[in-house]
């Protein structure tokens, strides 16, 4: 952790629905520096989504948000009235979302709904706000820009329309750029392409961005440092290389290991090897178990971890969640699955 | 290896859509000139982006629609036009599990009438033998008995996809037509559904037309793979082969574009310009070489058409040159 003051601090996040019953995000701290990409990956109902939400202040009622520290840039958070955050909203930070096609207005053309953000935030006469608006489409990769202001979402398709949401998020500048799931609904090859985008933006720009997913490829191809989160809580933060290689919490072992991509290579040797899934589900509003969220699905539960939640401990800027953390390299414990036991791992001090 | 279970030479199936009051109909190719075999206990995945025909394929497979040109069989009937009592035979040998387990599932009914309607509309069956099968498919899908009264509101997508398998094999079908099956489901619990789609292809001796737009999971499940664009086959052969050295360009940028874990795996950085043409007015000659980086003027002169290059078909002129 940096001395520097952090672009996006929070630290000890709750986000709680049906009046505390369920904690959606259960005292998750994060911090994202400035120029960095970080990723955060889980499966669907793990409260990535919701987190971000929470920060920026768009949850609304039945939902709680709590904090020690929600601050952006110095700002706080938690303490501004909704007329500061309007402001900072789509200025300081911008937001992509999923579905492209459901998140612009099917009523306005593309044109207007950028033009809107720039005119809420900066001001200017018609014929600037026209110009400005021509060039962020130029620089998203929008071919023939000024026909395409006249566009309406439906007579786009789905890449076409992520890139004007891109194109909407980035025209004030924003310090920090929150993408949730900005591929999930493209193709491969588009995909790809706005990634790529996305990716050479944040480059050009010095732009923070937090890349919300639940692709495995995807932030390991762009992030600089992956949290994995699940039941509401972060398991696991490491900088992409390592947490890839050495995974530490055996959720993250366990996923990595279930990717067909992993399981692809004794494909090839003629076999038809079973890939090792982890058992059991994610929990849920009802049957969130004691101690450690994840110890009725792992390999490695022990009494303790029935008993006690274990924190997240942080050693050289790499954190996990467990009392019995992995060491060794994942080549090791992929190499002991496919011999057909379960994905066995040596924990530490053991 | 043992006879094939589904033959189809040249399927193509086109679509006649009204461009407006005054304008003439134009002819839509959304399946052209497609050839395969596939022997039991196979996997064929198909592969290719939104609106290259992967799903109308599955629609002439199933039986849902029949092709315009071309024929198939199945179990050694033809089923090209098919009708009456044959077509009703046919239907039995081919089943479909749907990409979304939350819309395939009809939310009013319980597991029990869900795995038991196709037998009740199939077979002669009493209610006593319909719920001893329904419960025992129940237990090959790992389902607990318990289940067997629930709605499907009340199962987690995993659980549903296995209810939807579930069905599918009611009949005992030959050929199951799985269209994406994993795209809607968490990773973890994706390798839970697909191992128990191959185990069951194993114990059933099932042919799988496996629609996939996720190439590791092709890699790990099929045993041949289809690669199409616009409607048309452009690399179809052995897995392994088309993995190891895939020939054409398109197959390479797939290839290319899918996010990898390992950057051993990854393939070398290659972003496909542009996005696939409209299929009412497609390119002339390839219909690929608006976006393909090695494009010559043959491509736009000429179509090209699957030849045999490398152990495998290819539809490319300069396949094996580049």
């Not at chain 1, 007329?83 to 999923?98: D, P, S, T, W």
């Not at chain 2, 006649?16 to 196979?42: H, M, W």
């Not at chain 2, 393939?267 to 002339?284: C, R, W």
Request: net charge positive.
């Amino acid at each position: 952790m940096s001395d520097a003051v952090s672009l996006l601090e929070i630290d000890n996040l709750t986000v709680t629905f049906a009046g505390g019953a369920f904690r959606a995000v259960d005292g998750l701290s994060l911090t994202v520096e400035e120029g960095e990409v970080l990723g955060i990956v889980g499966e669907s109902g793990c409260g990535k989504s919701v987190a971000m939400l929470a920060t920026l202040g768009l949850i609304g009622y039945p939902g709680r948000v709590s904090a020690s520290t929600l601050r952006l840039a110095g700002q706080d958070l938690l303490e501004i009235s909704p007329r500061q955050r309007r402001r900072i909203l789509g200025k300081e930070v911008a937001m992509v979302f999923q579905e492209p096609m459901s998140s612009l207005n099917p009523c306005f053309t593309v044109g207007y709904q950028i033009m809107e953000t720039l005119r809420t935030h900066e001001g200017g006469t018609r014929k600037e706000l026209r110009n400005r608006t021509v060039e962020l489409l130029q620089q998203v990769g929008i071919p023939s820009p000024e026909k395409r202001l006249r566009a309406f979402p439906h007579q786009l398709s789905g890449g076409m329309n992520q890139r004007v949401m891109i194109a909407m998020a980035i025209a004030c500048n924003p310090r920090l750029l929150i993408a949730d799931e900005p591929t999930t609904a493209l193709d491969v090859t588009i995909q790809k392409q706005i990634l790529e985008l996305l990716l050479n933006l944040q480059r050009e720009r010095g732009m923070a961005m937090v890349l919300i997913t639940h692709n495995m490829g995807v932030v390991a191809e762009s992030a600089h440092r992956v949290a994995v989160m699940y039941a509401g809580q972060v398991v696991e933060l490491q900088p992409s290389g390592s947490l890839f290689n050495a995974p530490r919490h055996p959720y993250t072992a366990a996923l990595l290991n279930s990717l067909p991509e992993r399981g692809a290579p004794v494909a090839a040797l003629g076999a038809r090897p079973r890939l090792p899934s982890i058992s059991g589900l994610v929990p849920g509003q009802f049957d969130r178990p004691g101690g450690c969220l994840f110890h009725p699905r792992c390999v490695l539960a022990h009494t303790r971890c029935t008993l006690e939640n274990p924190a997240l401990e942080t050693v050289d800027a790499k954190g996990v969640r467990c009392h019995t953390p992995l060491t060794g390299p994942l080549a090791g414990v992929w190499a002991e699955a496919t011999s057909g036991q379960p994905a066995a791992v040596i924990p530490e001090g053991q | 290896m043992s006879l094939p279970v589904l033959e189809a030479r040249g399927l193509t199936r086109t679509y006649r859509i009204a461009q407006g009051l005054f304008k003439p109909r134009v002819e839509l190719f959304a399946l052209a000139n497609v050839s395969f075999t596939l022997s039991p206990g196979r996997t064929l995945g198909v592969v290719g982006e939104s609106g290259c025909g992967k799903s109308t394929l599955a629609r002439l497979i199933t039986l849902v629609e029949p092709p315009t040109a071309g024929e198939f069989s199945l179990d050694g009937l033809p089923a090209a036009g098919a009708q009456g009592a044959t077509l009703r035979q046919l239907r039995r040998t081919v089943q479909m599990v749907f990409q979304d387990p939350y819309g395939s599932l009809n939310p009013r009914k319980k597991v029990a009438s869900i795995l038991q309607e196709p037998l009740k509309i199939n077979t002669t069956l009493n209610p006593g033998e319909r719920e001893a099968a329904a419960r025992e498919m129940m237990a090959r899908v790992g389902l607990r008995p318990e289940h067997y009264g629930r709605y499907p509101h009340m199962f987690s997508g995993g659980q549903r996809q296995r209810i939807a398998v579930a069905r599918a094999l009611m009949l005992r079908p030959k050929v199951v037509v799985a269209d994406e099956p994993l795209s809607a489901l968490d990773i973890s619990i994706q390798a839970q559904v697909l191992n128990l789609l191959m185990e069951l292809q194993e114990s059933f001796n099932l042919a799988y037309l496996f629609i996939s737009h996720d190439l590791s999971v092709v890699r790990l499940i099929a045993d041949e793979v289809l690669v199409m664009y616009l409607g048309r086959p452009v690399e179809q052969g052995a897995r392994d082969d088309i993995f190891r050295e895939p020939l054409h360009p398109y197959t390479r940028a797939l290839l290319a574009s899918t996010p990898r874990v390992d950057p051993s795996l990854r393939a070398k950085p290659f972003v496909l310009k542009g996005e696939p043409p409209s299929p009412i007015n497609p390119p002339s000659g390839c219909a690929f070489r608006v976006r393909c980086p090695h494009a010559v003027p043959t491509c736009a002169e000429s179509r090209p058409e699957l030849a045999d290059v490398g152990g495998r078909k290819v539809a490319c002129h300069l396949a094996g040159q580049v």
